[in-house]
């Protein structure tokens, strides 16, 4: 049986709950986050901000966001982010698939209009 929206919102709201750093992978980030996330070459994960989930179930982001230039080798194409209770180090608290991805080239400037970070809970399979 599916979870209902309001069960999804309560979730979600819990899991972003507190400040949410966004990091980007390439690919699955892992239970821990740690596979495929940017580093190194001006890469930082922003603050964002979430709105509190709709009846719909679903958390958007509240602020645009912006990351550095990319520098280095570029950074791939990011398919996932990811929300953390830090800017670095911290704690993964779920990712989730950027909508639509692109490649990152070096000086690449990578930015989030409000409301394209969303973040939602599936029904369980």
Known sequence: M???????AIG?????????????HVGDPGTNGTNGEQSGENYVRPLVEFN??????????????EYAAAG????????RW???????GGTMKGD????????VAVGIIVRF???????????PA
């Open 2 to 8: 599916p979870w209902t929206n309001a069960y999804k």
């Open 12 to 24: 979600i709201d819990a899991k972003l709950a507190g400040n949410n750093y966004v990091g980007l």
């Open 52 to 65: 509190a989930a709709g009846s719909d179930g679903i958390a958007e982001n509240t602020n645009a966001e």
């Open 72 to 79: 280095g080798d570029g950074w791939g194409t990011p398919t």
């Open 82 to 88: 990811s929300a953390w209770t830090a800017a670095s």
């Open 96 to 103: 989730f698939p950027i909508t639509t991805p692109g490649a």
């Open 113 to 123: 209009a409000v409301g394209s970070l969303v973040a939602k809970i599936n029904d």
